[in-house]
């Protein structure tokens, strides 16, 4: 899913980048559509949103479910 927002990040002299947290398991038992419309979603507002610097994309579990986290440091400035 990432690689189809390299390019447009890219025009945006943005930096896109992702980690997958270690005790995420290999395997996920979901709807995959789902998932693939959430990560497209999220990862094409954060790219269009931000001006400037990176976009970051962390998969991690949270209390035994996983989490998606997108950051945009545009939104974190005071």
Known sequence: ILSGFVVTAN??????????????????????????QILINLIGNAIKFTEAGKVEVTVALANDRHFIKEEDPELHRS
């Open 11 to 36: 025009q945006k002299g943005l930096q896109l980048n992702h980690t997958v947290v270690s005790d995420v398991p290999e395997v996920v038992v979901s709807d995959p559509g789902r998932i693939r």
